[in-house]
């Protein structure tokens, strides 16, 4: 048999700056993200909710995004895929500290962020990562103290992932009746022509 590679896969998502990571997988109707632990959630599953993103166990997949978040225009910039400062901190903590079965956070403000389906613990994305998929459901969101719910602005993320694929050197038997069933098509079109 020979390896051959297969024809780069490439696919793009987009990432509200109100996706909440700390109602990743939750039921619609979970609050997250109250302004200190235990108090009220003002963010809600599924209009917050973090995007999930479908991919392959043992995949490489390299992500790249752009654009921008902002969750006060009055107060802080726009910051690109890889966040800003928060009131002079290079990072910002998730107010509520760990909620639904999600660990607190430190990253910069409005940085995308991520999930892995069965993890606790979130992890920077920022613009530019490398990886192979330990599992199939990522889910992405951004990075603010409390309150998404008035985020503006958004990410692209696209992405390329391939994998090296085994072609027999003798094709299938459904790849030898199409190609025999195209053939006899074309005798019987050329004999009444």
């Not at 200190?36 to 043992?58: C, E, I, K, W, Y």
């Not at 997949?61 to 802080?76: L, M, Q, R």
């Amino acid at each position: 048999m020979s390896i051959i590679a297969s024809p780069v896969f490439a696919s793009s998502i987009v990432v509200p700056g109100t996706s909440d990571l700390w109602l990743a997988g939750t039921a619609a109707g979970t609050v997250a993200s109250g302004l200190t632990p235990g108090s009220l959630g003002v963010d809600v599953a599924p209009l917050h909710a973090p995007v999930a993103v479908f991919l392959n166990v043992g995949q490489s997949y390299e992500f790249f995004a752009s654009g921008c978040v902002s969750n006060d225009p009055t107060i802080f910039p726009c910051y690109g895929p890889d966040g800003g400062p928060w009131l002079g901190d290079p990072t910002v903590h998730h107010f509520a500290l760990a909620e639904n079965g999600i660990d607190d956070f430190n990253a910069p403000l409005n940085s995308l962020i991520g999930l892995w389906a069965g993890s606790s613990t979130p992890f920077f994305v920022g613009s530019h990562w490398s990886f192979v998929a330990p599992t199939s459901l990522l889910y992405l969101g951004t990075m603010d103290g409390w309150g998404w719910l008035n985020n503006w602005g958004a990410f692209l993320i696209e992405w390329d992932g391939g994998d090296n694929r085994e072609i027999p050197e003798t094709p299938e038997p459904a790849t030898l009746m199409l190609i025999g069933a195209g053939l006899f098509a074309l005798a019987r079109m050329r004999r009444r022509t």
